[in-house]
């Protein structure tokens, strides 16, 4: 059980085009879900937290207009990159919480979406 | 704040025993975790822990001293499929996750 799905898992992309990234849990109900961003040889960092059926709380530095999450139901958040540059180019990441197993500490991760912006 | 420590990289040998150590500060505690990331993939869950002590899975085990703000992942009869970077990630107050940088092992044959 507590699997999360991402998709897509690769794309390649022109500067100026917008990419959705979809992650699903696909055996449980997921009341958050978080996004993060992987580069080369760094940790993960955390962008934001999606909450199902509410607006998405960014960390500092992240902007919300150029990344637009939408969680609109227990199993499905959508990141959407607007206006893609080369400098987005990186690996993103979801990860779910599940909301039944009466616990806060255990996120289930996707398996990431490499996204190179050209 | 919060702040994070582990080495950046190890070197081991198969078949033995290395531990990866965390240290870390927060004002707020909700656990600490060990995930497991091969290179171009996702982090998997490899342990948690929240009270003091040792915690033992398989060939893993995880310690924790919430008074000295420091963890350990301890590898035992390492495989080679165990070349990856294992990241500390500390749950804080809001039950967001703060990750280290995380550390690459390396086995060697």
């Known amino acids: 059980g507590a699997v999360v799905s991402q998709h897509p898992s690769w794309v390649i992309c022109k500067s100026g085009t917008s990419v959705k990234i979809e992650c699903r849990s696909l055996?449980?109900?997921?009341?958050?879900m978080f996004w993060y961003r992987q580069f080369p040889k760094q940790s993960l960092m955390l962008m934001a937290t999606?909450?199902?059926?509410?607006?998405?709380?960014?960390e500092q530095g992240v902007e919300k207009d150029k990344f637009l999450i939408n969680h609109a139901s227990l199993t499905l958040s959508t990141l959407t990159v607007t206006s893609a540059h080369p400098e987005d180019s990186s690996f993103y990441i979801c990860?779910?919480?599940?909301?039944?197993?009466?616990?806060?500490?255990?996120?289930?991760f996707g398996p990431g979406t490499r996204l190179l912006v050209l | 704040g919060q702040n994070i420590d582990q080495p950046t990289e190890m070197t081991a040998t198969e078949g033995a025993i290395v531990q990866i150590n965390c240290t870390y500060q927060?004002?707020?505690?909700?656990?600490l975790f060990w995930y497991q990331q091969h290179a171009g993939e996702a982090p998997t869950f490899l342990s948690y822990?929240?009270l003091d002590g040792l915690e033992e899975k398989g060939r893993f085990s995880s310690f924790l001293s919430r008074s000295k703000g420091y963890s350990y992942l301890l590898l035992k009869e390492l495989q080679m499929k165990d070349s990856a970077s294992y990241l500390c990630?500390?749950?804080?107050?809001?039950?967001?996750?703060?990750w280290g940088a995380g550390t690459k092992l390396i086995i060697k044959p």
């Open positions: 927060t004002s707020g505690f909700n656990g």
């Open positions: 822990n929240v």
């Open positions: 990860s779910a919480r599940d909301r039944w197993r009466g616990t806060m500490e255990t996120q289930y």
């Open positions: 055996d449980f109900q997921a009341t958050t």
């Open positions: 999606s909450n199902e059926g509410s607006k998405a709380t960014y």
């Open positions: 990630a500390l749950m804080d107050s809001n039950y967001q996750l703060i």
